[in-house]
């Protein structure tokens, strides 16, 4: 039986003129086949816009995000040395196309250049090396004693494609294809897809985290000005900063891409003050790796969501 058309997006915004925009978003992604959730709110005002923004999403990167917070709170508190040194080998650490997960032998890395690799290039073997300091249970605990709703943080990166390796061997094709074909279903082949056993979050929760990093209100000052410090060096500018590069703004944010998910989640900041936190989740059917419309699609959000919420 083939799947029914997906459902309207759901939009929400303060008023009439941003309502009109997260329609458009919604329309502009379904004209290139995304689906999913997308929230833009300014860090200052609390107005806001998106579509869908409290269905819960597989994170896949974007988890990288508060398992550093916590990692960057307990360096604070004095409870983790940021200079520690910890060994990666590349026989036993996690998959992945960038940094020590690319490396062929075996580095000593400090825990503070870890928490750079996992947010600059997203480094999946320094995030696990990471979450072996700071368990995943550790970190979704944290998270609830600071009344972050609407994130969970479940495993380590390199369960995702333990999962997918799982369900579909060695064949990464055929693991995006169980992917599509489950998301419309619900039943879901690979585990770490499904929002109920993955690292997964809302859009709302995600910008509510980001809107107390950027307020200093969650975590210790220090532990925020960190982590606004590293999602500021993140080398990746095809999404969210695609069409806001300009010496007038700044754009901290964090990609998350496994199989058919391409998300990103930061904050876009002006000279003239505005500071507006996104998250764009997307899931789409497109069998590629590559999908460059998407992530300009993602782009072009980003710059109708902050043109329309700054002052």
């Given amino acids: 039986m083939s799947a029914g058309p997906a459902p309207r997006p759901v939009c929400v915004a303060d008023d009439a003129d941003l309502f009109d925009v997260a329609e458009t978003i919604a329309a502009e992604w379904a004209a290139v086949g995304v689906r999913g959730a997308f929230l833009a709110r300014h860090v200052d005002t609390g107005e806001q816009l998106g579509f869908d923004v409290d269905a819960s ?140 056993h993955a690292n997964a979050g809302t859009a709302t929760g995600l910008v509510d985290l980001l809107q107390r990093v950027w307020r200093d209100d969650v975590a210790r000052p220090d532990a925020c000005a960190q982590l606004r410090r590293l999602m500021g060096r993140q080398l990746f500018r095809h999404r969210l900063a695609s069409e806001l590069q300009a010496d007038t703004l700044r754009v901290s ?6 199989l058919h998910l391409r998300h990103e989640i930061g904050v876009v900041e002006s000279e003239a003050g505005d500071r507006v936190a996104m998250a764009a989740l997307t899931r789409s059917d497109r069998r590629a790796n590559l999908a460059p419309d998407i992530d300009l699609a993602i782009g072009a959000a980003a710059r109708r969501a902050f043109e329309a919420l700054r002052r």
């Fill in 253 to 258: 944010g964090k990609t998350g891409t496994f």
């Fill in 57 to 196: 999403v597989p994170l896949a990167s974007v988890a990288k995000v508060p398992l550093a917070l916590v990692a960057l709170d307990r360096i604070a508190a004095g409870e983790l040395d940021a200079a520690r040194p910890v060994v990666v080998d590349p026989a036993t650490s996690s998959v992945g196309p960038t940094g020590l997960a690319a490396f062929r032998h075996p580095a000593t890395v400090a825990v503070g250049d870890l928490l750079l690799s996992m947010l600059t290039v997203s480094d999946n073997a320094a995030a696990d090396a990471v979450f072996d300091l700071v368990p995943a249970a550790e970190v979704d605990a944290r998270l609830r004693a600071w009344g972050c709703a609407g994130i969970r943080v479940r495993h380590r990166l390199n369960r995702m494609y333990e999962c997918a390796a799982g369900a579909a061997g060695n064949d990464f094709s055929l693991a995006l294809e169980l992917a599509i074909r489950d998301d419309r279903s619900g039943q879901h082949s690979i585990e770490t897809l499904d929002p109920a």
